[in-house]
């Protein structure tokens, strides 16, 4: 089991630019999630999507939006890069079976700089 | 909403010595509440979670967590340090239902002296 796979590991933007970061969930699970961690921050939620569908949003601008396909993998797109959304973007999935209490698993995110 | 607050950024012991990490938490509802830690350059990975039944939860690594719901803390501990413990460990909360919103704490940093 490959875990949660998140691509590319590095990426360097200019402000004003749009990105994709790509994630694919753990073997068995269709609910993803994305964070932002900041530098020397904990992870903030932005949303997360199950069955293709955007499900919950954190404190966001609409700027941060995301999809899900039906074999559950997951992107993240950011338009108009600021300097402040220098990140890591850190992908997680769950199962649905419980909800919340579901353990969510990490993926080792994708570093974000925007110059 | 829900949140947890980690006390003392960063912690540091000597190898074989005590770890303790703080955290508490503000919930209305009942809390899940996690432990996970994150090693540099990597993602996060859980210690442990408590969901309900026991209040003492035991993880990985030898480290364990009791949930006091009068003190509102989710405190975790090892009785010893190793050097391979040092790392950035996060605290988390999400609310029994459907919310799926985990909110983590700001971190602590653990350094283990030889």
């Known amino acids: 089991d490959a875990g949660v796979t998140q691509s590319p590991t590095h990426l360097i933007k200019t402000r004003g630019q749009q990105v994709t970061l790509r994630c694919s969930p753990k073997?068995?699970?269709?609910?993803v999630s994305w964070y932002q961690q900041a530098l020397g921050q904990g992870p903030q939620f932005i949303f997360q999507y199950y069955e293709e569908e955007e499900r919950q949003r954190g404190n966001f601008p609409d700027r941060f939006s995301g999809h899900q396909f039906p074999n559950y993998s997951s992107e993240l797109n950011v338009n108009a890069l600021l300097l402040g959304d220098s990140a890591l973007y850190l992908c997680?999935?769950?199962?649905?079976?419980?909800?919340?209490?579901?353990?969510?698993?990490f993926g080792p995110g994708t570093r974000l700089l925007v110059l | 909403a829900q949140s947890v607050t980690q006390l003392g950024s960063h912690v540091s012991v000597s190898e074989g010595a005590l770890v303790l990490l703080r955290c508490n938490y503000s919930?209305?509802?009942?809390?899940?509440l996690f432990w996970y830690v994150q090693y540099p350059n990597q993602g996060l990975q859980l210690l442990l979670k408590y969901t309900t039944g026991a209040t003492l939860v035991k993880g990985i690594n030898g480290f364990e967590a009791e949930f006091k719901k009068s003190e509102t803390s989710f405190h975790l501990t090892k009785p010893s340090a190793h050097m391979s413990d040092a790392a950035e460990y996060f605290c988390a909360v999400t609310l029994l239902g459907d919310n799926n919103d985990m909110r983590f704490g700001a971190g602590t940093r653990l350094t283990v002296k030889p």
């Open positions: 997680a999935s769950s199962p649905n079976l419980s909800g919340s209490k579901e353990t969510q698993y």
């Open positions: 073997s068995g699970h269709d609910t």
């Open positions: 919930s209305s509802v009942p809390p899940y």
